[in-house]
């Protein structure tokens, strides 16, 4: 017996043993959980919507605003005609010389103001009829050189203007009125306000860029002196404050008399063109075709650049140092046009 339960406990260890002699099965390795939640799409930023600014001096307006009544104005600039009335308010102003390179009137472009006392106005020459035939704009002025290759009258007649006050050949004239403080012909003043009723709504292509940031920015300029002659001497001092040009003329403010102020300037072109003279009155020309130098004062900053014209039809195109359109700040621009005897300083 004790044979045979011996022999029954040997047989049980040798099936332990041989249990415990086989590999042990390879654990299952663990399943990636599945996700049942949806992939999180991050929030798109939405693109900024385009700003309508004013082709005039670039502030912001209306969405579906696309036209204006805008009209240019010759506006004399001499010691009689100082301090002039309204020309601070003008969104865009080009000065320029008429006779004997050394005596300049202005171009003033209003379309965001329209003033009641605009002035004193004087009569047109070639470079300004120039101007507004790039623009196409009403045209008020008092009279027009009409001899030989100085004769502004006829081709002023000739190019389509949308309508003109000329005071002198009674057109529209009753615009215009007589200043009794002064003595004539420094005294003759147009009513923007009024003349509304005849100046057209137009639509009219831009000439620059406008953004709150400018490309000009080649290096510091906070001043600008122009010598057009010993009685016309131009200075621009930048006011960091509120980011213009405080305008000087002959070393003392440039005052306007209907804003009560010196006039202030946020953008400042030079352009450099070739002039010549012609007629006994020695009426200035300006050739404003082909292509030539341009300067740029914005926001204390100075870069030298060019300016393209194909035709007197088109547009003037102003670019920078890389030959990128220029991006002037919202706000009036001056254009000074010069030729070689301007003495021309910056600081």
């Known amino acids: 017996m004790k044979k045979l339960i011996l022999l029954l406990l040997s047989l049980c260890l040798l099936i332990i043993a041989a249990c415990s002699s086989q590999p042990e099965e390879a654990a299952a390795e663990p399943k990636e ?9 991050l929030p798109v930023e939405p693109e900024p919507e ?14 579906d605003q696309n036209t204006c009544q805008a009209f240019g104005i010759i506006i004399e600039n001499t010691a009689s005609a100082r301090p002039q009335s309204a020309l601070g308010l003008a969104d865009l102003v080009y000065e320029n010389a008429v006779e004997t390179y050394t005596i300049t009137r202005f171009l003033a472009i209003f379309a965001s103001e329209h003033p009641t006392k605009v002035g004193p106005v004087r009569s047109s020459r ?21 001899t ?6 006829s081709l002023l007649e000739s190019i389509d203007v949308p309508i003109r006050f ?37 639509e009219y292509k831009k000439l620059f860029d406008f953004d709150e940031r400018t490309n000009i920015d080649q290096q510091d ?15 621009y001092e930048y006011d960091s404050v509120n980011k213009s040009y405080l305008r000087f003329i002959n070393d003392k403010p440039m005052l306007d008399a209907y804003m009560d102020d010196q006039i202030r300037v946020t953008n400042i072109i030079v352009l450099h063109a070739p002039h010549t003279t ?8 300006v050739d404003f075709l082909g292509e030539g130098k341009a300067e740029y004062f914005v926001n204390g900053k100075y870069e030298e650049g060019i300016w393209k014209k194909a035709s007197y039809e088109e547009r003037t195109e102003y670019f920078d140092s890389t030959g990128n359109p220029i991006v002037l700040l919202p706000g009036n621009t001056w254009i000074q046009v010069v030729h070689g005897k301007v003495e021309i300083t910056k600081e």
């Open 148 to 153: 030989g290759q100085g004769d502004a009258k």
């Open 50 to 63: 385009p700003v309508n600014r004013s082709v005039f001096n670039g502030e912001e307006i209306s969405g």
């Open 278 to 285: 012609a007629e006994k009155a020695q009426y200035v020309l």
């Open 33 to 41: 959980p599945v996700s049942t939640q949806e992939p999180v799409e």
């Open 166 to 202: 000329d005071g002198h050949k009674g057109i529209n004239h009753e615009f215009y009125s007589r200043d009794s403080a002064r003595k004539a012909p420094h005294n003759a003043y147009f009513n923007a306000k009024d003349a509304l009723v005849k100046i057209p709504e137009l």
């Open 221 to 235: 300029a906070s001043t600008v002196s122009l010598r057009y002659a010993s009685s016309n001497q131009v200075r």
């Open 126 to 146: 070639i470079p300004f009829v120039r101007m507004i035939q790039e623009w196409g704009l009403p045209y008020a002025h008092y009279g027009s050189a009409a």
